[in-house]
């Protein structure tokens, strides 16, 4: 089975922190994703990677940056976190074309 | 730009019930559909619908897809308080797309 691994369920921050969030997954998938889902809204496409090193701005990317430096490991940066930042953050990874396997999520609140 | 939705974005039943869940999805260069279940944590996928396998069944659960509406349903027979969740639908879209678009979702509940 895929496991993705969040490193943190919830984390609390002060606003003006930066604030790293860390995926990892064991299947030598080529793709990785970050989400964030809000009531209402869904889930929304943040950044994704389709390989080491490389990245693609989603649907919101603004506020947040990325980094893959090893083809497992996803990390997700908020550079000066801000309370509209406060969100459930989803990672995920995948072959091309295949469903999505989904970490449990890292619930962050900005105060 | 493209665009899942799906109704209804609530639904209360009580067990045993049948329901079935709607998604109808504009998206260019249409790939394939996705249904996740979202309970607490992480959504768990459930199919995969394309053009070659319109239909898929595990269990109580099954799922139509119907290309010529642009759309696709969740059917869930005799139904259990396990399966109260968030229903995901999402599509994959365009040559070489990585990108899953995602509906809000219906929430389901089951009363005993």
């Known amino acids: 089975d895929v496991k993705v691994t969040q490193s943190s369920r919830y984390l609390v921050k002060r606003t003006g922190e930066k604030v790293f969030l860390e995926c990892v997954q064991d299947?030598?998938?080529?793709?990785m994703f970050w989400y964030r889902q809000d009531p209402g809204l869904g889930l929304r496409l943040i950044y994704f990677?389709?390989?080491?090193?490389?990245?693609e701005k989603g649907d919101i990317p603004e506020g947040y940056s990325v980094s893959r430096e090893k083809k497992e490991r996803f990390s997700l940066i908020l550079e000066s976190a801000s309370t509209n930042q406060t969100s459930m953050y989803l990672c995920?990874?995948?072959?091309?074309?295949?469903?999505?396997?989904f970490g449990n999520g890292t619930r962050l609140t900005v105060t | 730009e493209d665009k899942v939705v799906q109704s209804p974005l609530s639904l209360v039943v009580h067990e045993g019930d049948t329901v079935t869940l709607n998604c109808s999805y504009e998206?260019?260069?249409?790939?394939?559909l996705l249904w996740y279940k979202q309970e607490k944590k992480a959504p768990t996928f459930l199919f995969m619908l394309?053009?070659?396998?319109i239909e898929k069944k595990s269990g109580r659960l099954s799922s139509i897809l119907d290309k010529k509406e642009l759309s696709s349903i969740l059917n869930i027979t005799a139904t259990q308080t396990g399966d109260s969740a968030i229903y995901l639908c999402?599509?994959?879209?365009?040559?070489?797309?990585?990108?899953?678009?995602f509906g809000k979702g219906t929430k389901l509940s089951v009363i005993p």
């Open positions: 995920a990874s995948r072959e091309i074309y295949s469903p999505l396997h």
């Open positions: 299947m030598d998938h080529e793709n």
């Open positions: 990677s389709y390989d080491v090193k490389m990245k």
């Open positions: 998206v260019t260069n249409f790939r394939s």
């Open positions: 394309t053009s070659s396998g």
């Open positions: 999402a599509s994959y879209s365009g040559a070489g797309s990585y990108q899953l678009t």
